[in-house]
């Protein structure tokens, strides 16, 4: 069965710090990985999909096969990033989406 | 750019009533839309698909009769929830994707409060 994992409900570090957002997956196909990101507030918008393999923001995400894995890093975490993040899994063509739990990401000064 | 607009963004009802959510493409047109229910700090739920001109599908243990779905034109799809109850109480957010791409655009959400 289709499953995105997100172990972590709450992460917290102080500014400065360097941050990783686990994220595991379950798919039978060949996976399409986004990471959305809602700041408080706001709507849920697009942070950053392995396809692209970008950088957003000081975000990065590798598409693990192996581990099936598909975590959310940044090297010196900001206050503002300060968020709800989503890692999430395309289910079809048609851009149905199954989400993780979210993290919380909590930036202390 | 691709706007997603949702209406209204809160809404009170009485338990008994029904309540409609509109979700509109703004500048793209989109022949799917998704709509999710969000529980607070939790993860959004998707609830159906909503497909302009033919009937939306629905995930397993949503009542397609308690949540109906209108997907009239490429740019309007709405969100009906009948007979509504304090459970239904939650936030519903839509998603478009452009023809063709698989990047979601979420609407603002709409917080509904059943009385």
């Known amino acids: 069965a289709q499953r995105v994992t997100q172990p972590e409900k709450l992460l917290s570090v102080f500014k400065g710090a360097p941050v990783e957002l686990k994220c595991n997956y379950s798919y039978s196909g060949s996976p399409e990985l986004f990471w959305y990101v809602q700041y408080s507030r706001q709507r849920l918008q697009l942070l950053l999909r392995?396809?692209s393999r970008e950088s957003i923001k000081g975000f990065t995400a590798d598409l693990n096969k192996g581990e099936t894995s598909f975590h959310l890093k940044k090297p010196f975490a900001q206050e503002e990033d300060s968020a709800m993040y989503y890692c999430a899994l395309v289910y079809n063509q048609g851009g149905k989406l199954i989400f993780g739990q979210g993290t919380e990401l909590s930036v202390k000064p | 750019g691709a706007v997603v607009s949702q209406h209204p963004s809160r809404v009170i009802c009485k338990s008994g009533t029904s309540v409609k959510i509109e979700c509109r493409s703004l500048d793209f047109q989109a022949t799917t839309m998704f709509w999710y229910r969000q529980f607070p700090k939790q993860s959004l739920m998707l609830m159906a698909t909503?497909?302009?001109?033919?009937?939306?599908?629905?995930e397993q243990g949503v009542e397609k009769d308690k949540f109906l779905i209108n997907h009239a034109s490429l740019t309007l799809s709405t969100l009906t929830v009948t007979s509504a109850h304090p459970e239904d109480s939650s936030f519903y957010i839509c998603?478009?994707?452009?023809?063709?791409?698989?990047?979601?655009?979420f609407g603002q959400g709409t917080r509904l409060t059943v009385v």
């Open positions: 909503s497909n302009e001109g033919s009937k939306a599908t629905y």
């Open positions: 998603s478009a994707s452009k023809i063709g791409s698989t990047e979601a655009f």
């Open positions: 392995h396809i």
